[in-house]
């Protein structure tokens, strides 16, 4: 490939790249003023002025802008976290910190807020509880590289820490599978039982 054909190239992707994050911003401010079922991808298209046989250019489905969308949208939440709650802290307040600021944030997001929709939350948690999902779920690492961190600082042996991280991946698990329509009040209960194992950890 001679040289004018890779500078083409390279124009060429990165023109696709803009086109494809236009329409994934219009997505984001369709989806957060009218949610996802009333949003359609001729209104994403017509928002990022583009014609709707262009929009399956860059995405399948409306699902799969709407997973492109949430994901960016959780890990801007997240990373709000990470810079608000205070780490270093008594571990109890910290799992009352985690959940309190977590449950804030998603309460007046509408994008989040889809979690719990019965239209998009199979292809969601079906993501999030992927080995991709996991592995490239910065708040899932920064906890845990920080949990594990901190326990080192308390003199746990790696055997122990270990048994941990397997306790917190039963959390994980938990928060991708179980929902308010499966039981009611599962994020407080998941809450309390974190609580729980934090105090007979740290006591």
Excluded: C
């Amino acid at each position: 490939m001679n040289k004018n054909n890779i500078h083409s190239q390279a124009r060429g992707d990165l023109m696709a790249s803009e086109k494809k994050l236009t329409l994934k911003e219009s997505a984001r401010e369709i989806f957060a003023d009218k949610g996802y079922k009333a949003t359609s991808i001729s209104e994403i298209a017509k928002q990022a002025r583009m014609a709707v046989g262009s929009f399956y250019k860059y995405y399948e489905s409306k699902e799969d802008i709407f997973l492109d969308v949430y994901i960016d949208e959780n890990n801007i939440i997240r990373q709000t976290m990470i810079d608000n709650i205070d780490w270093d802290g008594d571990m109890v307040e910290l799992i009352s910190q985690i959940f309190g600021w977590s449950r804030s944030l998603i309460s007046s997001n509408k994008i989040l807020l889809e979690w719990y929709n019965s239209d998009i939350s199979e292809k969601l948690h079906n993501y999030y509880s992927s080995e991709k999902g996991i592995d490239s779920n910065p708040f899932h690492l920064f906890l845990v590289d920080k949990f594990t961190n901190r326990m080192l600082t308390e003199g746990y042996s790696q055997e122990k820490i270990q048994e941990v991280l397997q306790v917190y991946q039963l959390f994980y698990y938990m928060d991708t599978h179980i929902t308010e329509a499966d039981l009611p009040n599962a994020s407080k209960t998941i809450e309390y039982l974190a609580t729980y194992f934090v105090k007979g950890l740290f006591k």
